[in-house]
């Protein structure tokens, strides 16, 4: 597919083989998805998107909709011939993985009446008409939903609506307590502490007269500078793999000093790289 985001597209295949993971990753990309719509408003809706300059579409649709098995196989036929460029996207896995994942789900199947495995086989055979006029078959059983996730994105490219990741910069004490949801953590306290000066102790590492002292020291500047570069390195990767969040946070002893300055500086050097960057001083207004 290349960079260029078809127009529209139909997610189906087989439950529990992972369409919720391909529509999410959809999402992230910019379409906006609607799952389960009755048979007889997906024309519509596609024609509305195509005489329109409202983001892709996606429609997801299985056997959960009432009358899909029979009717499917014509609906996509004439969705293809109608649309230009609309793409059919057939989501499977194998039968031992979807009978693992509904049994570790505990959730029913569409064919909760029959035995799991004879529901999957029975699902399988409806939908083969289907399948033979995907475009593209995404086999699910070896991935994680990280790699299908980062397969998708590879096949479909990104829209203008793209959504970014969001690089948080987070100041915090080590003596309250670790971020539980950071990604990336470094230990501040191998450097000088402006707490020990007197006429810096109570201003916080955003101070002018703080930050003075900081870059005075040789340690502090050969420090950002490698976590600078790792991260320069680093952020690339987590959004080539769908990352939507980042948390990168700095730790000194009491989250005042050190710790926000650090967290700033990033935050502004990753702005000049075009992230979308947040900053969050978790600890510095603590009292004591």
């Not at 969001?166 to 670790?178: A, I, K, M």
């Amino acid at each position: 597919m290349g960079d260029r985001a078809p127009r529209g597209v139909v997610v189906t295949g087989l439950a529990g083989a992972g369409k919720s993971v391909v529509t999410h990753c959809f999402e992230d990309l910019g379409y906006r998805c609607v799952d389960n719509l009755p048979l007889e408003l997906i024309e519509p809706l596609f024609a509305h998107a195509w005489a329109t300059e409202g983001p892709p579409i996606v429609v997801v649709i299985d056997v959960r909709t009432e009358g899909f098995a029979g009717s499917s196989p014509g609906l996509v036929r004439r969705l293809k011939a109608s649309f230009p460029e609309l793409r059919v996207v057939f989501v499977e896995a194998s039968t031992d993985a979807i009978v693992r994942r509904f049994s570790e789900s505990r959730r029913p199947h569409p064919y909760r009446h029959l035995p799991l495995q004879e529901a999957v086989h029975r699902e399988r055979e409806e939908m083969a008409a289907v399948r033979e006029l995907a475009d593209e078959v995404l086999d699910t059983t070896e991935l994680t939903p990280h790699e299908l996730r980062a397969e998708v994105a590879g096949r479909f490219g990104t829209t203008d609506l793209a959504l970014p990741m969001v690089v948080r910069c987070e100041s915090f004490g080590f003596r309250y307590g670790l971020p539980p949801d950071a990604n990336l953590v470094f230990d501040l306290r191998y450097l000088p502490n402006p707490h020990f000066v007197p006429e810096l102790r109570p201003h916080a590492g955003d101070h002018p007269a703080v930050r003075a002292w900081l870059e005075a020291q040789s340690e502090v500047e050969e420090s950002f500078v490698r976590f600078r570069d790792l991260c320069d390195a680093l952020l690339p990767a987590y959004r080539r793999e769908q990352k939507s969040y980042l948390l990168v946070a700095f730790g000194c002893t009491g989250g005042k000093h050190r710790s926000v300055y650090f967290a700033e500086r990033l935050a502004q050097h990753l702005r000049a790289q075009r992230w979308v960057v947040s900053v969050h001083h978790r600890d510095r207004d603590r009292q004591g």
